[in-house]
């Protein structure tokens, strides 16, 4: 009977589940952010869709995904040095403005029915552009709204919560309007969106740090950053291996359009619950995140999460029904979330705080740097072989690279144990 209280006593639960939240600065920004994702989210759906009703190609749905990313990868790096140099609070609220500005001109030009796949490309760089400082400087912020650090492997769970929350609700609202209103509404919502977040951020009260002025300049601080990554042999695997999965396995949901449409026979509607039940079981992965209180096992953790992904890549590639399709999905965003939020958990756990913006940028080079060429190659792949071919493909790749982290692990383990 202990167990069966303890669960449902509401303290236990928010004690276990929720912590993160006791802090003021962190509940505003999980509230504020996960309106503005719902919105980001249908913006997504959205702008995917009106890319593939617009040209019917699944080269430039690769496109459009490769823009909207290439930036990260050349830009991060020195959004990470930024974000060791400067209010991070402050360079927050400028992204989200921009990003907000974004979203409301894409509005402007598809209700007013004037855009073009060539408009939708450079502002999809624009958001990149954005992103790639966004993203970075936002996840070494994190530990800045907690006032214990005990509890920043629960925030960073929490913040996986929230987009795959934001993920669950966004789709669904998203397929809805653009079989009732169209596309434009979506990016419209989507800007609104963005004023919660911005006001949640102005409402915190951070201590500002007086950081000191830097003694080298930017290029030398990136390379002091990169040096320090790599010769951390963890580190160094972690990152590589969340390259290799962006670039053959994750990239594999800038298809889903097509899978909708032209494997499932649907429209918007179909996409919307595919994205919803990938959505579903990323907040199922991120709430059996939360619920750890340790740091300990998640390397082994990564590697199952691996190759569970792949497995379910596999499943999709050979789903030809809906229920299928959705059972793959669910079990594919668990597996996704579980592998990316471990990754990012593991990093900030181990990382200097003067390196905290830096290696956060790398994270984000590794994540979402490789997806512009996923994009290209998934495209390019699918138009080729077809979907169903491309995802069995990204799958067995996906097994493999978790192998190959996992047994180059251990061999640094047991040389580690071996040398004590």
Not at 11 to 26: I, K, P
Not at 300 to 316: D, E, M, Q, W
Not at 317 to 338: D, E, H, I, K
């Amino acid at each position: 009977m202990r167990p069966f209280q303890t669960i449902f006593r509401p303290e236990v639960r928010t004690h276990v589940l929720f912590r993160a939240l006791r802090h003021r600065n962190y509940r505003l920004f999980f509230f504020g952010q996960g309106v503005s994702l719902i919105g980001t989210w249908m913006q997504r759906i959205a702008l995917s869709w009106l890319v593939y009703r617009l040209t019917d190609s699944e080269w430039l749905l690769g496109v459009v995904g490769f823009s909207s990313q290439i930036l990260t990868l050349a830009l991060a790096p020195f959004a990470g040095v930024l974000a060791d140099r400067t209010n991070r609070k402050q360079l927050i609220v400028v992204t989200q403005t921009v990003a907000m500005l974004q979203a409301f001109l894409l509005a402007f030009l598809t209700l007013t029915h004037l855009i073009t796949v060539w408009q939708i490309i450079a502002l999809s760089a624009v958001l990149g552009m954005v992103n790639a400082f966004d993203i970075p400087i936002r996840q070494a912020f994190v530990v800045e709204m907690l006032e214990t650090r005990d509890d920043l492997p629960n925030a960073i769970a929490l913040n996986s919560f929230l987009v795959n929350g934001a993920k669950l609700v966004g789709p669904s609202i998203a397929g809805a309007l653009i079989a009732l209103l169209g596309e434009g509404m979506c990016f419209v919502i989507n800007g609104i969106s963005f004023v919660a977040v911005i006001a949640a951020l102005l409402a915190m009260h951070v201590n500002d740090k007086r950081l000191p002025r830097p003694s080298q300049n930017v290029l030398e601080h990136l390379k002091e950053g990169i040096a320090y990554a790599a010769g951390f042999a963890p580190m160094r695997s972690i990152l590589l291996l969340l390259s290799s999965i962006s670039l053959v396995g994750l990239s594999i949901v800038v298809l889903m359009p097509v899978f909708a449409k032209d494997v499932l026979h649907g429209g918007p509607h179909t996409l919307g619950f595919l994205m919803t039940v990938s959505g579903l079981g990323a907040i199922g992965g991120a709430a059996f995140l939360a619920a750890r209180n340790e740091v300990n096992g998640l390397e082994r953790l990564i590697a199952y999460a691996t190759g569970l992904l792949g497995v379910t890549l596999i499943g999709l590639s050979l789903s030809r029904n809906l229920p299928m399709a959705l059972l793959s999905l669910g079990v594919m965003g668990f597996a996704t979330m579980v592998l990316l939020a471990s990754c990012n958990t593991f990093l900030q756990s181990r990382v200097d705080d003067n390196m905290r913006g830096r290696v956060m940028s790398f994270y984000t080079m590794a994540f979402m740097g490789m997806a512009p060429f996923g994009s290209l190659l998934a495209g390019g792949l699918a138009s080729g072989l077809g979907v169903e071919h491309t995802a069995a493909l990204g799958g067995a790749a996906c097994i493999i690279a978790g192998f190959i982290y996992w047994a180059g692990g251990k061999r640094a383990r047991n040389h580690y144990n071996m040398s004590r």
